[in-house]
């Protein structure tokens, strides 16, 4: 009877032992040290793990649970949880580096000589690429080559583009210069200088607008054009051109002031 409750014992505390789940220490190693980002999975409840910078990792077990530790560089091991195992907390497990096998190679005879031009005469042919070459060349005979006729020296001289020439052009023997008299530069500078003199008041008006001269300045409107050459000293025209435009409002305040004293006084 008492050999029969004995055995009941063992097997109750047994059965706690191998339900009760703890939580174990374990370290990856291979032939060249630790083992690090190894997945460990316990096949048992499907929970996992990584091993850390030193290889080492945590997880929870029971007794009989199988470990799986698969990495990419080595291969797959499975681990079973043992009694010892379960005392200790502690596991340490050696992996296996996996071997890269390269694919087998077959090296043929062959019949080369070491003489450039005899070894290719002698290398197989690319037989696609002559049938490509043998429909090109069919092609290109099969292309009409019109006959030429011969051109007499008659119409191949007067089959030449004239050559159009500006005018005031002189052509000398075996020299052709185009010159312009400096006369006729200097008219056109000056026209073209008067001209811009002219439109400048006008183009000056609408820019800067009306209300700003006859409202802001207060020049009479009549005497619009009198007091644009009264500030041509100042240079207005240049600012204008080279778009100083604060610079140029400026001038005509200060000049402004002047003008409106000079007409004032003459009355």
Known sequence: MQKQLLFLFLCTKLCNAQQKKIEIKGKLIDESGVVINAHIINQSNNEGTFSNDHGSFQI??????SLKISSIQHTHKKVFISKAVMIEKQLNITLDTKTNMLDEVVVKKHQLSGNLLSDIQKTPKDEKAERVEKLVSGIK????KFPT???SFYEKHSSRVPIVRPPNTFEGIGVSKSFESKKLKKERALKKSIQEK???????LKELTPSFFFKELQIPKENYDHFISFCSSKNIENLYKSKQLFKLIDVLRVESILYLKTIKSKK
Do not use: A, H
């Open 141 to 144: 005979n099969m292309m009409i």
């Open 149 to 151: 006729k011969p051109v």
């Open 198 to 204: 002219q439109e400048f008041p006008k183009k000056l």
């Open 60 to 65: 929870y077990v029971s007794l009989g649970d």
